[in-house]
Structure formats: structure tokens, C-alpha cells
């Protein structure tokens, strides 16, 4: 929606942009400023910064200033899009950066394609004028964000080391799921040239971290914090909340029902232990992928069946997750 948005004004005139009911709450009003202020029009139908979105173009370029800590997709969408425009787009923050490893991966991508993106003092910038192109194929990096979910199954129930393929070393920031399982004291093996990780389970101990550049690996960590010695708090997540759904509260309440010890404030999340077995009840995955297979692992991992509801949304992002639960010998009734 984002990418698209910042696109749809280098259009000569009007593109209406919708979605499902999830994104039509995600915020937008910064990039509709943005838009605005580059010479074109950005609008919200309902007036609340969301969608239905008009956009309006074509944008000339020139300087924006916007938040950082709202969405880092916002930036990504206008280097992107800048490139096009005829003066470039200058990005000014006003508040510090959160998720920065995005906008780098973005900046990475852009330059395999022959567009030059950078970094500077306060923000970002873009030439404009410039042409994407690209002879030789280029290999999208696996996703390490998904590689999060079976990482955590074999680090808590796997009776053998579980491989995971696809393990590309990039600019993405939830390759610090890496770090943070092993800083937990699991058995982590990562083969850089053959792109392989190999994780084994073992006892855990429950660590601090900060997710303000990795915030899709909360739903991840809050469930390996149910399965840790000790107390597991993930701070920094403000930004969270702002995703498919809250995603701070919803696994709050998801292990508060499963009997997990949670305390849940503003920006900090932190996970104790359960106070009986997990399992045995039925889980909203509130229409969120990353919920739901968050979830998934901690049913898996548990003592009881859980019933997840909505199952299909992982689609979103990663569609084959159950066969590949099921693969590594989880029991799995859709």
C-alpha cells in the first residue's frame, strides 16, 4: 500500500487505493503530506490518515520532512519512488529513525538496479532523473522474518537439528534472530556460503532485547520468552502497535490466556512464566500473519493443542508456513 502510494504520484492524474480491513486502519497521513508537499495530491477518503487513499500526480520532487519512528515504509517509498521524479526527493526526519535495516535493504535493491540512494545527516536522499535497470537476474534474499518462526521451533521442540534454507546474509534487520537465540543459549549454526541455519533445541534463558529495528520479530520473542528461565521483556516497541494490528496487546492477551505472567506498558513487553500447561484453548490470530504463526509455535512447543483462528491469513507472507510445520513433524488439522 505504501510503495504503491508514493508510485501512484508520479501517475499524470488520480489512482483510488484500498484493501482489506487491515489495511484500511494502517496510517498513511504522513505520506499523503508528503505527496502533498512534493506537488501533488494525497487524500484520505474518511479524512483519518487511512484508507481509501486519492493520489494525485505527477510529483516534481523537492524536500519532505516526516516522522521515524512511525513507519520506516514511508521513506522506503519515496527513495523509491524519487527516483523518478525530476529534482529527487531530500527526506528530512524529525524523530530518530526506528526499523532503520529496512530502509537499508531498500537503498541495497536500488543500487542492484542502478539507482543511487543515500544516507544523510538527519535523513535521506534521491537523485532524480534517474533509471532503473538491471541485466543480470537478481536473487531475492530469503525472508528472515519468516525464517523467525521455525529458528524458535527448533531452539524449543525439535527432537532433531532443524535446517533451514534460504538464509541469505543481508541487510535485515531480523537476522538478529540469530544473535538474540543464541544470546539465549540455544545451539545456532549459520553457514553463510551455503545460506543453510541449523538450529538445535536446548534450555533457554530469557534475555532484554530491543526491537526498535526488529519489530516483526516481537511476536517470535514473546514466545520464546514463555519457554525461557527467567523474565524475557522486549522494549522499545511502540512502533509495534502500529502494524496488521496491535501487536503489543494482541500477544499480551494471547499468553495472558494461556496463563503466561505478562507485563504489557506502552513501549515494553515482558513475559514471565506460564502458571500451568500451555495449550488447550482457542486463539484469535486477529488477521495477522505473524500473530498467527507466532502462535503456531507456541502451540507446537506447548503441552495441549491450541485452535488458531483465521489460520489462512498467513498467506500474507508466508503461504506454504503449515507444510513446513508439518514437514518438521508438527501436528497440524486445517
Same mark, same amino acid.
Given at each position: *500500500?505504501? $510503495?504503491?502510494?508514493?508510485?501512484?504520484?508520479?501517475?499524470?492524474?488520480?489512482?483510488?487505493?484500498?484493501?482489506?480491513?487491515?489495511?484500511?486502519?494502517?496510517?498513511?497521513?504522513?505520506? +499523503?503530506?508528503?505527496?502533498?508537499?512534493?506537488?501533488?495530491?494525497? &487524500?484520505?477518503?474518511?479524512?483519518?490518515?487511512?484508507?481509501?487513499?486519492?493520489?494525485?500526480?505527477? %510529483?516534481?520532487?523537492? #524536500?519532505?520532512? $516526516?516522522?521515524?519512528?512511525?513507519?520506516? =515504509?514511508? %521513506?522506503?517509498?519515496?527513495? *523509491?519512488?524519487?527516483?523518478?521524479?525530476?529534482?529527487?526527493?531530500?527526506?528530512?526526519?524529525?524523530?530518530?529513525?526506528?526499523?532503520?535495516?529496512?530502509?537499508?535493504?531498500?537503498?541495497?535493491?536500488?543500487?542492484?538496479?542502478?539507482?543511487?540512494?543515500?544516507?544523510?545527516?538527519?535523513?535521506?536522499?534521491?537523485?532524480?532523473? =534517474?533509471?532503473?535497470?538491471?541485466?543480470?537476474?537478481?536473487?531475492?534474499?530469503?525472508?528472515?522474518?519468516?525464517?523467525?518462526?521455525?529458528?524458535?521451533?527448533?531452539?524449543? @521442540?525439535?527432537?532433531?537439528? !532443524?535446517? %533451514?534454507?534460504? #538464509?541469505?546474509?543481508?541487510?535485515?534487520?531480523?537476522?538478529? %534472530?540469530?544473535?538474540? +537465540?543464541?544470546? *539465549?543459549?540455544?545451539? !545456532?549454526?549459520?553457514?553463510?556460503?551455503?545460506?543453510? $541455519?541449523?538450529?538445535?533445541?536446548?534450555? &533457554?534463558?530469557?534475555?532484554?532485547?530491543?526491537?526498535?529495528?526488529?519489530?516483526?520479530?516481537?511476536?517470535?520473542?514473546?514466545?520464546?520468552?514463555?519457554?525461557?528461565?527467567?523474565?524475557?521483556?522486549?522494549?522499545?516497541?511502540?512502533?509495534?502497535? $502500529?502494524?496488521?494490528?496491535?501487536?503489543?496487546?494482541?500477544?499480551?492477551?494471547?499468553?495472558?490466556?494461556?496463563?503466561?505472567?505478562?507485563?504489557?506498558?506502552?513501549?515494553?513487553? @515482558?513475559?514471565?512464566?506460564?502458571?500451568?500447561?500451555?495449550?488447550? !484453548?482457542?486463539?484469535?490470530?486477529?488477521?495477522?500473519?505473524?500473530?498467527?504463526?507466532?502462535?503456531?509455535?507456541?502451540?507446537?512447543?506447548?503441552?495441549?493443542? @491450541?485452535?488458531?483462528?483465521?489460520?489462512?491469513?498467513?498467506?500474507?507472507?508466508?503461504?506454504?508456513?503449515?507444510?513446513?510445520?508439518?514437514?518438521?513433524?508438527?501436528?497440524?488439522? =486445517?
Amino acid at each position: *500500500m505504501r $510503495l504503491i502510494t508514493a508510485s501512484a504520484g508520479l501517475v499524470d492524474g488520480y489512482s483510488v487505493l484500498t484493501g482489506d480491513a487491515s489495511l484500511r486502519t494502517r496510517p498513511q497521513a504522513p505520506l +499523503l503530506q508528503a505527496i502533498d508537499a512534493l506537488g501533488g495530491t494525497g &487524500l484520505s477518503v474518511r479524512s483519518d490518515g487511512t484508507a481509501p487513499l486519492v493520489v494525485g500526480g505527477p %510529483i516534481a520532487g523537492g #524536500a519532505v520532512t $516526516l516522522p521515524g519512528d512511525v513507519s520506516s =515504509q514511508f %521513506i522506503s517509498a519515496l527513495l *523509491m519512488a524519487g527516483a523518478h521524479t525530476d529534482e529527487g526527493i531530500t527526506i528530512d526526519l524529525q524523530t530518530p529513525v526506528k526499523s532503520a535495516p529496512y530502509i537499508q535493504i531498500t537503498i541495497e535493491v536500488l543500487e542492484a538496479f542502478g539507482v543511487r540512494a543515500t544516507a544523510i545527516d538527519g535523513g535521506y536522499r534521491v537523485a532524480g532523473q =534517474q533509471q532503473y535497470r538491471r541485466t543480470a537476474p537478481y536473487a531475492v534474499p530469503g525472508d528472515f522474518s519468516s525464517i523467525s518462526y521455525l529458528a524458535a521451533l527448533g531452539a524449543l @521442540c525439535a527432537s532433531d537439528p !532443524v535446517v %533451514i534454507e534460504g #538464509a541469505t546474509p543481508s541487510a535485515q534487520g531480523d537476522v538478529a %534472530i540469530i544473535g538474540i +537465540l543464541e544470546e *539465549m543459549g540455544a545451539s !545456532v549454526e549459520w553457514d553463510r556460503d551455503a545460506e543453510t $541455519l541449523t538450529v538445535e533445541a536446548g534450555p &533457554l534463558t530469557a534475555v532484554s532485547v530491543d526491537v526498535g529495528d526488529t519489530p516483526d520479530l516481537l511476536p517470535t520473542l514473546a514466545v520464546l520468552g514463555v519457554f525461557a528461565e527467567g523474565q524475557m521483556c522486549l522494549e522499545n516497541c511502540g512502533h509495534v502497535r $502500529l502494524k496488521e494490528t496491535d501487536r503489543v496487546a494482541v500477544m499480551a492477551s494471547a499468553l495472558g490466556e494461556v496463563g503466561v505472567e505478562v507485563i504489557e506498558e506502552p513501549t515494553r513487553l @515482558c513475559i514471565g512464566a506460564p502458571s500451568a500447561d500451555i495449550g488447550g !484453548v482457542t486463539l484469535d490470530g486477529a488477521g495477522d500473519h505473524r500473530i498467527i504463526m507466532a502462535l503456531s509455535v507456541l502451540a507446537t512447543a506447548g503441552d495441549e493443542p @491450541c485452535v488458531i483462528t483465521g489460520a489462512e491469513d498467513v498467506a500474507v507472507s508466508y503461504p506454504d508456513f503449515f507444510d513446513a510445520l508439518a514437514t518438521l513433524g508438527g501436528s497440524v488439522e =486445517q
